[in-house]
């Protein structure tokens, strides 16, 4: 069993030595194949990247920003994986979950799986975030059925012919709720776990931003009807 682990950074050459490492070093063992796609960076993201590189690790590059959905699209269309899940090029996630997620996905019992922020981390990040998250997961439920607690989590993890049918189209960070509706159209129920979440401050590169909520409202709506 291969995992694509996809990581589309945009400037995010402070942190990406050390996410890449821990990729590896908290899951020795397994068959990862690691795709980066620098989306366009102006701080040495991608040399970075190469520097920090091991063996079964893909370096790719836009060569303008292009938003977070494009780089998972352009990271996708180079998986050999059996499994794909997103890793942000930070730390706020732990890889060490990735045991956690895999477990319901190879027993069979799951096809898609999210790891929830909120089902056990105590870490918030800034409260309109986490209010913001609270909300798009509420409203996907009430147009999906569904009972997400964490819409927006970066963990999604997919079998990688499915995540590729769903033919995904959204560049920006709309592509988590694009995902979502369109797993969720499929009449999948999506499986959630409780993980780790250390979030980070403005100042130390976090980039989401009020209107991307705003996006992720509007796609959940527009993709339903």
């Known amino acids: 069993m291969r995992l694509?682990?996809?990581v589309p950074a945009y400037n995010e050459a402070a942190t990406i030595g050390r996410m890449l490492d821990a990729v590896y070093d908290r899951n020795k063992g397994k068959d990862l194949e690691v795709i980066v796609v620098d989306d366009g960076s102006t701080d040495g993201t991608y040399e970075a990247a190469l520097k920090a590189a091991r063996p079964g690790t893909k370096v790719l590059k836009h060569e303008r920003n292009s938003g977070k959905g494009a780089g998972v699209i352009t990271a996708l269309s180079h998986a050999t994986g059996d499994y794909v899940i997103i890793q942000d090029a930070d730390l706020e996630y732990d890889p060490a979950d990735y045991d956690l997620l895999l477990k319901p996905m190879l027993e069979?019992?799951?096809e898609v799986v999210y790891g929830s922020r909120l089902m056990k981390s105590d870490a918030r990040s800034y409260h309109r975030y986490y209010w913001g998250g609270r909300l798009v997961s509420l409203w996907t439920n009430l147009l999906y059925g569904s009972r997400l607690t964490d819409e927006p989590t970066c963990y999604k993890l997919f079998k990688t012919g499915f995540l590729r049918s769903l033919d995904l189209k959204c560049p920006g960070f709309e592509f988590c709720p694009e995902a979502t509706a369109k797993t969720l159209k499929r009449g999948v129920t999506i499986l959630e776990l409780p993980i780790n979440y250390h979030p980070r401050k403005?100042?130390?590169?976090k980039k989401i931003r009020w209107t991307d909520g705003v996006i992720a409202l509007w796609t959940l709506l527009r993709l339903r009807f």
Request: glycine share 20%; charged share 30%; aromatic share 0%.
């Open 4 to 6: 694509s682990v996809l």
């Open 108 to 110: 069979g019992k799951a």
């Open 202 to 205: 403005m100042e130390e590169g």
